[in-house]
């Protein structure tokens, strides 16, 4: 069992203080720092783009955790790779899946594979020997702050069912609208890697948000 890992979602932070933001996440604890990137298309909103990770990267002691939002993300990863620990792709994005998962490793970095809440967990099977990270998105990608979709616990159920009966060492990350009451929800049904933007970058003591994200109780 891995141990509970927090990645603030760097959409939440203060853009215009960016260096400042991320420092803070990290002297709170942060294990990772998570940057979502939306183009417009994909998902009903733009972020940021490979400029403003490798903002961040110059300042970051802890991995980077970049979410590929995008509609191509076999032809825009590799502005990123360089920055980034990991590489969360979703299946429902217009590429060779498997083909840009492979590619990802290849360029060093661990990858991930995401899913829109509509999307059936059964669209991941194919893929599950592939990644190093399974994210369940527990909101509809495009805007932090949203409420929570306990429909999704079902689905990180049947990734730590799948994890189990294959043998496969894939980290359950969440996304979207996670806080101690949702996180608590998402780590019994067998979350690791929770990401969280609103509830620790809004929070008014930030390390104390991070830390009892971390310290939730397993089954
Ligand atoms: C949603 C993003 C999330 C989001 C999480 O499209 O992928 O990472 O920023 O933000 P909160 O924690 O505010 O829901
Ligand atoms: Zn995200």
């Not at 189990?164 to 998402?186: F, N, P, S, W």
Request: glycine letters at 8%; charged letters at 20%.
């Amino acid at each position: 069992m891995y141990p509970i890992l927090v990645a603030p979602s760097v959409l939440a932070c203060d853009f215009g203080r960016l260096h400042d933001e991320v420092k803070r996440a990290q002297t709170a604890g942060a294990d990772w720092l998570h940057m979502d990137i939306m183009d417009g298309h994909f998902v009903d909103n733009i972020s940021f783009g490979p400029a403003f990770v490798d903002a961040a990267a110059q300042v970051a002691t802890v991995p980077l955790d970049t979410h590929l939002m995008v509609s191509r993300p076999d032809h825009y990863f590799p502005r990123f790779v360089r920055a980034s620990r990991n590489i969360t792709i979703h299946v429902e994005a217009d590429c060779d899946v498997s083909g840009t998962l492979a590619a990802i490793r290849s360029a060093g970095a661990t990858c991930g594979l995401s899913l829109r809440p509509g999307t059936p967990f059964e669209s991941l099977v194919p893929h599950l020997h592939e990644i190093d990270l399974l994210l369940i998105m527990t909101v509809e990608p495009g805007f932090g702050g949203q409420p929570f979709l306990a429909g999704m616990l079902d689905k990180i159920r049947a990734a730590d069912e799948a994890r189990r009966t294959h043998g496969l060492k894939y980290r359950i990350q969440v996304d979207g609208g996670v806080t101690v009451e949702t996180g608590a929800q998402c780590v019994q049904a067998g979350a690791d890697t929770l990401v969280a933007g609103t509830s620790v970058f809004r929070a008014p003591d930030m390390a104390a948000a991070i830390q009892s994200l971390r310290s939730l109780p397993r089954r």
